[in-house]
């Protein structure tokens, strides 16, 4: 079997089984706090602490979470295939998995960086970051996330890799956040596409090929079929 390269672009669904909630399901994280509350600047600026306590229960959800069947199932390409990780997720649970390159678009929940110089960026030690927590430079610490509103600064970097991918297999992700979304459209034409989620998403073209299973199924019966085993 040939080495491929393959891009596997993964959101919340991925982590669903592992007990992370999505965003836009029936019992979303969005359903429950406005994003203009808790993950943009503005929100910051208004009221930090109430931005904290929201990343502080993502930051213990994560701590006590660990990976499923769909993770295990993209750490196993890499066992055949150049697999690189590009994910929404703010979560750890690709590398503890043991996915060796993974790229987290949105952030990482274990990080916070200063909000004085975004290249100053720390781990956060224990399941709190508080108003007070200092960088290096003597201002505050915020947690290590992209909010809406902001720039994707790896977005170039990920379309780089789909550009030059012979497979995209998309996994738990409604499409619905830009640039992210758009990363599809950097696959060159008739390149496969596999679509991991139990529900429509909004993704038209002839090389996609939709599982609708939930993660946990649907990742290793398409990781067996790519590793030859099946
Ligand atoms: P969404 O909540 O928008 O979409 C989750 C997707 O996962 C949906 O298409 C569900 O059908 C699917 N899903 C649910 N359970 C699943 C399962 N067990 N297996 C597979 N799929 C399942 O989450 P994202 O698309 O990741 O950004 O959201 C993108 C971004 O919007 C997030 O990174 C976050 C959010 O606001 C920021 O906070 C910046």
């Known amino acids: 079997m040939d080495r ?19 965003f836009r399901d029936g019992d979303g994280l969005w359903e429950e706090h406005r994003v203009e509350d ?27 979470a660990g990976p499923n069947a769909a993770h295990t199932a993209i750490a ?22 043991g996915s060796t390159r993974v790229m987290h678009l949105h952030g990482e929940i274990l990080l916070a960086r200063s909000t004085a110089d ?7 030690n224990g399941p709190t970051l508080r108003l007070g927590d200092r960088c290096a430079l003597g201002s505050q610490l915020r947690p290590h996330i992209v909010w809406f509103g902001e720039a994707v600064p790896l977005i170039a970097e990920a379309a780089a890799l789909v550009a030059r991918a012979d497979r995209l297999i998309i996994v738990g992700t409604s499409l619905q956040v ?23 998403v909004p993704l038209r073209s002839a090389s996609v090929e939709h599982i609708k299973q939930k993660a946990s199924i649907g990742m290793p019966m398409l990781a067996s079929r790519l590793l030859g085993e099946a």
């Open 4 to 22: 491929e390269r393959v891009v596997v672009l993964t959101g919340a669904g991925v982590s669903a089984e592992s007990g992370l909630r999505t």
């Open 178 to 200: 830009y640039p992210a979304a758009g990363l599809v459209h950097a696959l060159p034409p008739g390149r496969p596409i596999h679509l991991i989620d139990p529900s429509d």
């Open 76 to 97: 196993r390409l890499e066992t055949a295939h150049e697999v690189d990780v590009v994910t929404q997720n703010i979560d750890d649970l690709h590398e503890r998995a």
């Open 38 to 64: 808790v993950a943009t600047p503005e929100a910051w600026e208004r009221d930090p602490e109430l931005v904290l306590r929201f990343y502080d229960q993502r930051r213990a959800q994560v701590i006590a």
């Open 118 to 124: 975004p290249r100053l960026i720390t781990p956060v």
